[in-house]
Structure formats: structure tokens, C-alpha cells
């Protein structure tokens, strides 16, 4: 039988030895299943269109090409390219462009019967927003404090909570042209979330963070994580956001999704 190639491609630009810690480990998960494996940095490789086809340029591209690639990464356009190649990615560029913009994914959630804050998707601007008078009924729908959340962006980084009107205006100047969404704040949640991870439709493992001192509960920030067992409720509604991420290959690597 042959053994399987599999490359796990990583960011090659994020310094943080986390990163790393976490394809290797991977790595080493892999080889226990008989897996041939590959670490790759994203930025060895370019995607490229040679006499109409898509190939691989850059350090790599004389070597084997994998079975299937582990994506550990953003780059939604190498992933896309893999894909165009004959090559399945894990998870999809599909499911890796909805995870990595929170308004696409809240669009994309809607409809499926999962409870989620009031959410309203800020227009998208070329330069910066001239007229601010919307967001004045956007204040009035959500009322105050209000969440703010830049639609790209990672552990709880470009995520804000807003108390005046005054406060929501200048962060809008100072967003410029960058997308983002505004949410109804849910006390009840403050400094508190939970995390499932699935395989499948097995939820496999998962988490309750807490912060004592941030509206938002990411571990980088200062929270912690606690063992945590899902409710039925909870389990069953993982099988909705499994689906509505447009990819039979997400298991749940989103925040979010």
C-alpha cells in the first residue's frame, strides 16, 4: 500500500514559535498514522499560471507533490490554487475564506437556526466612511455598550467594546476603509465562551474560557481555559455549523465556524 504524502503548510512570516509548536506537533500525530508528512512555509511557495495551467513556483516546486494538504494557514489564494490543482486541502479555501472574515461568517451562519447576537455588517468604503449619520441608528438599534469587530483579525485582536456614540464614531474614523460588523453585547457572556472541536460529527474535545479582567475570554488576552462538557443542545447544534461553512472538509478550526 502506498504511504500517503501530506504537506502541512504553515505561515512562514508569523515569528511566534506557537505556530511552529503547532504544525510540528501535527507532524509527529501524522507519522503515527503512517503518514508521510512535509512541514511547508506558505511563502516557499507561488502560486503560478504556466502556459495556461496552474503550477508551483519557489523552493519547493521540483519536489513530489502531496495526496492532500493540511492547511494550517490564511492564505486563501494558495489554498485555492492547490485546489485547482487536483490537491484536497484541509479545510477548503472555501471554508478558510468564511472562517477568516467574521461578517462572511455570520452571513453565512444565518438561517440555521443558531442563536446569535443582533449583528450589523458596516458598508464597505474605498477610503473612509464621509457619512456617519447610519451608524446613529446603528447605535440605536444595538443600544450601548456595543461590540465592534473588524472583520479580519485573531485572538480577540481588532475587537472592541463600545459605551458612547462619541466612542463608536471615532473608532469608525479610525477603522478607515477596513470591513467590520457591530453586535448587541450579551452580558451574560462577558468574559465567557466555549469552544467545540469536531471530527466528522463527533464533537472530539472541548474548552470554557474565562477572563476576569477582558469582555473578551481569548487566552492571550489573560483568560483561562477550563474543562468543559458540552450540553445536548450544544452538540446538536455543531451538526448546523458544520454544514453551513459551504465545506464537507471543516471540523471546526474557526473561532466560529
Known amino acids: 500500500m502506498k504511504q500517503l504524502l501530506c504537506w502541512i503548510i504553515y505561515n512562514g512570516n508569523l515569528p511566534q514559535q506557537k505556530f511552529i509548536e503547532l504544525a510540528e506537533w501535527f507532524d509527529r500525530e501524522a507519522k503515527k498514522h503512517n503518514i508521510s508528512t512535509k512541514l511547508m512555509k506558505n511563502n516557499d511557495l507561488f502560486p503560478s499560471v504556466t502556459d495556461g495551467k496552474a503550477t508551483l513556483e519557489g ?16 492564505d486563501v489564494l494558495l489554498a485555492r490554487h492547490l485546489e485547482k490543482m487536483g490537491i484536497p486541502v484541509y479545510n477548503s479555501a472555501s471554508c478558510i475564506e468564511i472562517c477568516d472574515n ?42 450601548f455598550p456595543l461590540v465592534l469587530k473588524e472583520a479580519y483579525g485573531s485572538f480577540g485582536m481588532q475587537v472592541f467594546l463600545i459605551q458612547t456614540i462619541e466612542e463608536l464614531l471615532a473608532k469608525i474614523k479610525e477603522i478607515g476603509n477596513r470591513p467590520f460588523l457591530m ?16 471530527v466528522g460529527d463527533e464533537v472530539v ?14 487566552v492571550s488576552n489573560g483568560g483561562k481555559m477550563l474543562k468543559y462538557e458540552p ?13 453551513t461553512c459551504g465545506s464537507r472538509f471543516c471540523r471546526g478550526r474557526s473561532p466560529i465556524c
Do not use: W
Request: neutral net charge; hydrophobic residues 40%; glycine residues 2%.
Open 102 to 143: 467574521k461578517s462572511l461568517t455570520f452571513q453565512t451562519l444565518a438561517d440555521h437556526g443558531i442563536p446569535m447576537p443582533k449583528t450589523l455588517l458596516a458598508p464597505m468604503v474605498f477610503h473612509a466612511h464621509e457619512n456617519l449619520e447610519p451608524f446613529y441608528h446603528a447605535a440605536e438599534t444595538l443600544g
Open 231 to 243: 450540553t445536548a443542545l450544544e452538540k446538536k447544534i455543531r451538526h448546523s455549523k458544520r454544514e
Open 205 to 218: 474535545a472541548s474548552m470554557m474560557r474565562i477572563s476576569e479582567t477582558d469582555f473578551r475570554a481569548n
Open 183 to 198: 453586535q448587541e453585547f450579551i452580558s451574560s457572556s462577558k468574559g465567557k465562551d466555549i469552544r467545540l472541536n469536531v
Open 59 to 74: 523552493v519547493h516546486h521540483k519536489h513530489e507533490l502531496p495526496d492532500f494538504v493540511f492547511f494550517l494557514d490564511k
